[in-house]
Structure formats: C-alpha cells, structure tokens
C-alpha cells in the first residue's frame, strides 16, 4: 500500500497567482500522477510525472500552465499557474502500488 | 485508446433494496477495471479491483463486480442499500501499457429511507 500526503489540502487564491500543491508519498515509486476534479465532475488526469524525465501531459494541458517537477522517488509537485476562476477544482496526486492506485485527500482550490 | 461509460449519472434506490450501477469500458488491451467511491469532502476509497483473476470481485462494504468479457461490463452490485452507501461512485479502467487511470463520469447513489 502507499500513504499519500498532500498539501495544502485546501486554498483560496487571487486570480493572476500561482499555487504549488505538494505530494509526498511514504514509498518510492516510479510514476506519479496528478489529476483534477472539477466541480461536480469526474477525475481527469493532468501527466504523468516520472524521477528524472520531463512530465508528460494529457491533451488539453500544457507545462506552462500546469508545471510539475519531480526531484525524487517519495516527492512531487504540482503548481497552477496564472490561475483563473476556471481552475477551481480539487488536485489529485495518485500512485500505483502493486496493481491499485492511491490518491492523496485532494487540494481543493477555490479562485476568486 | 481506453474509455469509460457509466449509465446514470444518478440512481436512487429504497434502503434494503439492491442497489447496481453500470459500467462498460473500452480498451484495445486486457484491462484492469476498478470501482472507486467518493464521499461527500473526502478522497477516493478503492471498492474492488479486477485484475484478470477471478471474474466475479468481491470487495469491501458488500459491494462486488463482475467482469463480462463479451459485454464489455464491469457492474458494480450490493444485495441490500443501506443509507450509509449513499455517494459518488467511479468506475476506472487501466492496462500495463498506460498506467493511469481513465474514470467514468461518476454515478451518484442517494438511497431513500
């Protein structure tokens, strides 16, 4: 199994600013994943962040807006950028540990 | 490319009554399918996984799935609705080539006294 840390789990921000959302997992592990739920919307997953490489991102987001660095096994992070009313949502960092995906409680974001 | 269909996005159903919510998935590989459930403010919860052992998964709270080849389905099932079931419910689907999840689109459960 893995323990998933995230923070903060909850934000309200300006619009214009940035937020960094850090994960941090109790195991290393090779891939870690962020995704984002709108409000009232299912989880769309934003990349793939792997130790050691470039993340790779999903149709529909970008590295500008959606940066992501992945320094070790146990740690990453995820930051919005520019942020926008539309970017409320809640953050999701997820692992895979034998077959099953863990998640992490969520950051939930409110842009105002 | 892999793809999830939840029928529904609501269902409500009588407490003691038998509660099924409907999934089909699309993948050019052999998946590995899961249920997930969210509560009201929480983080995700694993029900019940599939990961081409047995067809028929039994997971936590009395819920279980069958896996239907032949129709693409991943149906999630409980005998009797207790008023504690009340919640978001996902579907998910993955392989060995692609890692991450792809979630259907959730069905809400509200179960009725």
């Known amino acids: 199994s893995a323990v998933i840390s995230q923070k903060p789990s909850r934000d309200i921000c300006q619009r214009g600013t940035s937020l960094t959302i850090q994960c941090q997992v109790d195991s290393q592990v090779t891939m870690m994943f962020w995704y984002r739920q709108q409000p009232g919307q299912s989880l769309t997953l934003i990349a793939t962040?792997?130790?050691?490489?470039?993340?790779?991102?999903e149709s529909g987001f970008v590295i500008d807006k959606f940066p992501i660095s992945r320094p070790n096994l146990t740690f990453s992070t995820l930051t919005v950028s520019n942020m926008s009313p539309e970017d409320s949502s809640i953050y999701l960092c997820?692992?895979?540990?034998?077959?099953?995906?863990?998640f992490g409680q969520g950051t939930r974001l409110t842009v105002v | 490319a892999q793809s999830v269909t939840q029928l529904g996005s609501h269902v409500s159903v009588s407490e003691g009554a038998l509660v099924l919510l409907r999934c089909n998935y699309s993948?050019?590989?052999?998946?590995?399918l899961f249920w997930y459930v969210q509560y009201p403010n929480q983080g995700l919860q694993l029900l019940l996984k599939y990961t081409s052992a047995a067809t028929l998964v039994k997971g936590i709270n009395g819920f279980e799935a069958e896996f239907k080849k032949s129709e693409t389905s991943f149906h999630l099932t409980k005998p009797s609705a207790h008023m504690s079931d009340a919640a978001e419910y996902f579907c998910?689907?993955?392989?060995?080539?692609?890692?991450?999840?792809?979630f259907g689109s959730g069905t809400r459960l509200q179960v009725q006294p």
């Open positions: 962040a792997n130790q050691g490489s470039e993340a790779t991102y």
């Open positions: 997820s692992v895979e540990v034998g077959q099953q995906a863990f």
């Open positions: 993948s050019s590989v052999p998946p590995y």
């Open positions: 998910a689907v993955s392989d060995t080539g692609r890692r991450a999840l792809t």
